[in-house]
């Protein structure tokens, strides 16, 4: 009876094991105090959050995102909105954007944005349901402006629906959550509260990996 009890003990306990450790659509692993949406909402002047909200639309929150592995292309990568309007001119439109989400676990994941002056990759948090997406990166990173040198935090942040073939209405918000004003008096590039929206032109982001 004991020898059985314990092979039933061992059965269940590595299925436990293997439910924590796989990615799928019913193991959640909460991530204790999860505050970027928070930071961002605190960030943003309040006269301005209903604007970010209009033209970014709803943050995808929930704690069983689907899965979005794969590589997708932005193009071509519109201006929407900025609350800085000196020199940041909306009918600009960009050359494309690469976006890479891997090793998805349940709600983290690697991102790497590509773009043609710089790549970032880091660990991101996906929150979302069903179809529903948004993927969380906290950059911490240099400006060289007017020959002095600011460190910034931005928050990145990606939300669409994804589709076997790509992902639609991607859309891409930085916000800037912290400035280290090291510029003795000069300009600074960015405030505090600066943000910047971002969508892919024709609604749809090819998969193309």
């Given at each position: ?96 954007l690469?976006?890479?989400i ?73 916000v ?19 943000f ?14």
């Open positions: 009876m004991n020898i059985i009890k314990t092979s039933i003990f061992v059965i269940v306990l590595s299925f436990i094991i293997h439910s924590c450790t796989t990615n799928d659509d019913t193991t959640v692993i909460l991530l204790g105090k999860e505050d970027y949406v928070e930071e961002v909402n605190k960030i943003i002047p309040d006269t301005l959050l209903d604007v970010f909200e209009s033209y970014f639309g709803t943050i995808n929150t929930g704690y069983i995102p689907p899965n979005i592995e794969g590589t997708y292309i932005l193009n071509p990568k519109k201006r929407v909105y900025s609350n800085i309007s000196t020199g940041w001119p909306l009918d600009v439109v960009e050359p494309e690469k976006l890479t891997s090793e998805q676990h349940n709600r983290v994941c690697i991102m790497e944005i590509d773009e043609y002056v710089s790549t970032v990759t880091d660990t991101a948090y996906i929150s979302g349901y069903d179809n529903f997406f948004t993927v969380y990166l906290t950059e911490r990173k240099a400006l060289v402006y007017s020959g002095c040198e600011t460190d910034i935090t931005r928050n990145i942040i990606c939300k669409g629906e994804i589709t076997p073939n790509g992902i639609k209405n991607l859309h891409i918000a930085t800037i959550l912290d400035v280290e004003d090291d510029s003795h008096g000069n300009i600074v590039q960015y405030n505090e509260g600066d910047f929206i971002y969508k892919d032109a024709d609604s749809f982001s090819n998969l193309i990996d």
